[in-house]
């Protein structure tokens, strides 16, 4: 895989296989923070519980992270990754973050486990792909839906898929994703979510989802 600087100065990785890179050239840390961070409102929760779709090289987790630390509130983080990266190429993504650079640091030591655990809080890979692993009911207070995109890797994004996430999220919880595509959001609404189109940051739009409606089946 090449390794590509963004144009916020964070390093990404481009997948041959998807024909994408990992983060959009504008900015890796930018995304994480103006989009899954801050669209989630996960920097404004007293004990934020995360689902992520696609861990890929922890960039969420560890903005995610340096803002629980930042405020000192306990994180608790599950991501679901059907190809978990090797630890030494993790480790070719350093992020300015220095509360959360430390913690990964440590959780890098024995990736990939099951279960991390600190006084920071807890990260928890479910190693598998998202159509297929169980989620837990009413887990997350946060979604960060970051699969390569619809066109690319639509199974990500299918109802199926959407609905299971809806189950996993607290009714008033926020789902964030970079795509604006038209067939997803038709597919999030009928999963019970209220769809809002929101500006991007270096890109025209994004998503989010707010678990308003009872959740499905
Ligand atoms: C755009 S990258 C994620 C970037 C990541 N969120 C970060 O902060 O660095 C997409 C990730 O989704 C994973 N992925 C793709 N399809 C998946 C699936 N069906 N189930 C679980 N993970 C999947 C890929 O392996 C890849 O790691």
Known sequence: MERLLTQD??????HPGYGEAY??????????????????LTHLHPAPRVLEVGFG??????VALESALARGVRLRYLAVE????????LA?????????????AEILKAWPEEVFRGPWGELRLVIGDVREVALPLGYATAVYLDPFSPK???????????????????????????SAQGAFR???????FRVHRVPGVGKREWTVGIAVGAPPG
Not at 82 to 89: C, G, S, T, V, W
């Open 9 to 14: 100065g964070t390093p990404t990785f481009y």
């Open 152 to 178: 690319a890797n639509p199974e990500a994004w299918s109802l199926g898929v959407l609905w299971k996430i809806r189950l996993a999220l607290r009714r008033g919880g926020r789902l964030a994703t970079y």
């Open 82 to 89: 059907k190809a978990p990266l090797p630890k030494e190429l």
């Open 23 to 40: 983060h959009p050239r504008q900015g890796a840390l930018l995304q994480a923070r103006r989009l899954y961070l801050e669209k989630t």
């Open 57 to 62: 090289l922890g960039v969420n987790f560890r």
């Open 186 to 192: 038709r597919a999030l609404a009928q999963a019970g």
């Open 92 to 104: 070719e993504v350093p992020l300015p973050l220095p509360r959360a650079e430390g913690v990964y």
